[in-house]
């Protein structure tokens, strides 16, 4: 193997390994994410035209036209969408994450995530809880007056938490709860109840209300996934950096909007290597099947290049009451990570694997070459708008997506003259 890869990818799984993602604080979406407007709907996975998407993307974006005024109705709402005055566009290409849908709009709180190695930033609106919810398609008045509530009350007062307390080192956080049967993808009641335990007294510090403090304790106590929407952007902010790594084959991006799943590779910088996104293997709620299933969705397969989510599974067997299966597939899937992947993690370890380190950096020559494709653990939303969540699963990424990455790879070099 040509040297100079092998040394590009020794640069890109150092900035991976040395990445200190860090919570400092909150904002609004339209005063801190780069290049946000109003008439901006930031959404999961690569770019999609209104009329390609899937029932959930659809809804979400729905949900956050009637969140923001644009629209009165879900019909008035479809209208807007589909006139051409609304802007759509990955939560990637600027510097977010969105779970699921991961409709971001203009006034929606978010966190604010520094990597301190590289001084680089990722945003994240906050989880909110499990049902029908705007990530999972759903618009109902329930779902806009919860999204207002987190507004007007909950941001206020874990923005003022965050200012008493200070930074929030989350990759320690990460570790920690690694350790405690968290995956950070899928279980994330460790890391929760962790950050909980951390900004406690900081909330009873703020100017809130105590029925305002007791409303966050409560609404935090009662979401296992709170700390998602954490360590989302927290891999977000380590993985960015490895996208400007020259000649690197290691993936920085997964992400699926619904309709199609999408890719990144370090060398090849923002461009977009999509496949059709699959249909989620798992356990599904009472009532529903796969004949309700959206195809895959959501930016939270972040997690997976990072080294952590389903690559994790092993240190996390409660994982399988949630996704289906058993706690030795659990161990299995993470083994089969190793062989696709450069290193191991130096932070994040797993104590059913001896504390061995989670499998870290995907390279795209390694998956064409094993055929092995990366294992992701996520949430299964209804494809009808409206509807919500309907179950959780296990779901892999294309095959193309590495192959035609690989092609491209090799194209690259060729016109720099590397391969001579």
Partial sequence: MANFIETANKKALEIMQNAQPTLVGMGVAKDVVPGMHKKLIMHAGPPITWDKMSGPLRGAVIGGLIYEGLATTPEEAEKLAASGEIEFDPCHHHQAVGPMAGVVTASMPVFIVENKTQGNFAYCTMNEGLGNVLRFGAYGDDVIKHLKWMEKTLYPVMKQALEIYGPIDLKTMIAQ????????H????AATSLFIREIASSIV????SKEDQVAVFD???SNDHFFLN???PASKSAMDPVGKVKHSTIVYTMARNGTEFGIRVAALGDRWFTGPAAIIDGLYFPGYSTDDANPDIG???????????????ATAPAIVQFVGGTPQDAVNYTTSMYEITLEESTIYKMPPMNFRGTPTGIDIRLVVETQILPVINTG????????????AGI?????????DALEAYVELLESEGMLG
């Fill in 205 to 208: 510090k703020t100017d809130a």
């Fill in 230 to 232: 954490l360590s989302m």
């Fill in 380 to 391: 299964i939303a209804s494809k009808h708008a409206g509807v919500g969540q309907v179950g």
């Fill in 219 to 221: 609404f935090l106590n």
């Fill in 186 to 189: 899928n279980r994330n009641k």
């Fill in 177 to 184: 709860a690694a350790q405690m049967g968290d995956e950070v």
């Fill in 395 to 403: 779901v892999n990424p294309p095959m193309n997506c590495f192959t």
């Fill in 299 to 313: 930016d939270s397969c972040i997690t997976e290049t990072y080294g952590i989510g389903g690559f994790a599974m």
